[in-house]
């Protein structure tokens, strides 16, 4: 059973940077590309990032090109979203996606809150 777990979330000032974390405790994680969602008080869940099964392909939402960076581990079983200048737009829950291709995301994680301040 895939298990996500995401780490690194927290509160932060406009133009701060953090670095968030997901280990897959579940499965061959190299097999699989991965993903990151986010979902802002009173919005839809919505497309941040995604990276192929061995790290080749990324791809992201018009919002955050430029400053957020995805990026594996297979070697760790984990992904991560590198995100740099941060503004209040960006504050939402931060959800790990996992699947076989990048347009099919079935596994999810439990998330983790990024608040940004202004």
């Known amino acids: 059973q895939v298990q996500l777990v995401e780490s690194g979330g927290g509160l932060v000032q406009a133009g701060d940077s953090l670095r968030l974390s997901c280990v897959d405790s579940?499965?061959?994680?190299?097999?699989?590309?991965m993903g990151w969602f986010r979902q802002a008080p009173g919005k839809e869940r919505e497309f941040v990032a995604a990276?192929?099964?061995?790290?080749?392909?990324?791809y992201y939402a018009d919002s955050v090109k430029g400053r957020f960076t995805i990026s594996r581990d297979n070697a760790k079983n984990t992904v991560y979203l590198r995100m740099n200048d941060l503004n209040p737009e960006d504050t939402a829950v931060y959800y790990c996606?996992?699947?076989?291709?990048?347009?099919?995301?079935?596994?999810w994680g439990r998330g983790t809150q990024v608040t940004v301040s202004s």
């Open positions: 990276i192929s099964s061995h790290g080749g392909q990324t």
């Open positions: 579940g499965r061959t994680f190299s097999d699989y590309a």
């Open positions: 996606a996992q699947g076989r291709a990048v347009s099919d995301f079935r596994s």
